[in-house]
């Protein structure tokens, strides 16, 4: 198995509370969720590796809120590797009307995900992963959750266009779900459709590493 991270590299995961998992908190450093298990899978496969891995999710959070802590939390660690994972709640936020709900529709979405790439690529030699959203559901009706899983497309092309303009590694995680889900029930991956279980994360740990090592 080649795997592309180096002996001596760090790796920077970013997002939302799926990538936070308690790691401010309880679960110090790195959380209880995906990233934890994906340094347990480093550790278990290339314990001759030494690799920082850093966790900077922060619960709640939009590409917005990404945008405004980009100089600290990504530019400041001088990471080799980027992972981002951020877009649910930007969803959320324009299907429920928030306040600000403008500041979070697709063509803000792709304006800052571009900022904060173009920005990367300026001050940081490094490689980046881009984790698509994604929402364990297979609901196809007019409810809130079938709405989210209609919405959730137009997210998932601003992705996919900001991995080919900037060539980064992607990671089609709502397309790999949804190949689980016609195998098991979505509660076998998550309480509700957007935090998942331990299950859940492990699927996307793994799938981080078959990502990595291909």
């Known amino acids: 198995m080649e795997f592309k991270i180096k002996n001596n590299q760090k790796i920077l995961f970013i997002g939302d509370s799926i990538t936070?998992?308690?790691?401010?908190?309880?679960f110090r450093?790195?959380?209880?969720?995906?990233?934890k298990l994906f340094s347990d899978l480093?550790?278990?496969?290339?314990?001759?590796?030494?690799?920082?891995?850093?966790?900077k999710g922060i619960s709640g959070n939009t590409i917005l809120d990404l945008a405004n802590r980009w100089e600290d939390d990504v530019i400041y660690q001088k990471c080799d590797w980027l992972s981002i994972l951020i877009g649910i709640n930007d969803i959320h936020r324009v299907l429920r009307k928030d306040e600000m709900w403008t500041e979070f529709t697709p063509e803000n979405y792709r304006k800052r995900y571009?900022?904060?790439?173009k920005r990367t690529l300026e001050k940081l030699d490094c490689k980046i992963i881009l984790i698509e959203p994604f929402y364990i559901s297979t609901d196809t009706t007019d409810s809130f959750r079938g709405k989210v899983l209609k919405d959730l497309i137009e997210y998932i092309e601003i992705v996919e266009e900001m991995s080919k303009k900037?060539?980064?590694?992607?990671l089609k995680l709502h397309r790999i779900f949804?190949?689980?889900?016609k195998f098991f029930e979505p509660e076998t991956f998550a309480p509700e459709p957007v935090h998942p279980n331990s299950t859940g994360h492990f699927v996307i740990a793994n799938e981080l590493i078959k990502l990595l090592s291909e």
């Open 20 to 26: 936070d998992c308690g790691r401010r908190e309880q």
């Open 178 to 181: 949804q190949e689980y889900l």
């Open 29 to 35: 450093p790195l959380g209880n969720g995906y990233v």
């Open 114 to 117: 571009d900022y904060i790439l």
């Open 166 to 170: 900037y060539e980064t590694y992607h």
């Open 42 to 55: 480093v550790i278990a496969n290339f314990p001759e590796r030494k690799i920082e891995i850093v966790n």
